[in-house]
Nanobody, 118 residues
């Protein structure tokens, strides 16, 4: 079965950096658009960044442009989210998800907590 396992979350000070990883198994990874989402307490889950299967195209939410970078290594079936200049409002549970290209993220990880202290 498909599994997405996030790692790399934690506690960081304002202005710090973290790199999240999401290891995928049970799917042909390069065929999937991968996305990072986040959900803060009491708020809806929102898309943070996405990357196409070939990594040719990326897209970012307005709130993270210029601070976050999504990348992937198809040889390792892993997608990354490099987060820099972190702010308290970046505090959330971060999820990775996989989209076969149909516009629907069919597979989700369990999430990893990121907490940014002011």
């Amino acid at each position: 079965q498909v599994q997405l396992v996030e790692s790399g979350g934690g506690l960081v000070q304002t202005g710090g950096s973290l790199r999240l990883s999401c290891a995928a198994s049970g799917l042909t990874f390069s065929n999937y658009v991968m996305g990072w989402f986040r959900q803060a307490p009491g708020k809806e889950r929102v898309l943070v960044a996405r990357i196409t299967g070939s990594a040719i195209s990326t897209a970012y939410g307005d709130s993270v442009k210029g601070r976050f970078t999504i990348s992937r290594d198809n040889t390792k079936n892993t997608v990354y989210l490099q987060m820099s200049s972190l702010k308290p409002e970046d505090t959330a549970v971060y999820y990775c998800a996989a989209d076969r290209g149909l516009g629907t993220y069919a597979y989700w990880g369990q999430g990893t907590q990121v907490t940014v202290q002011s």
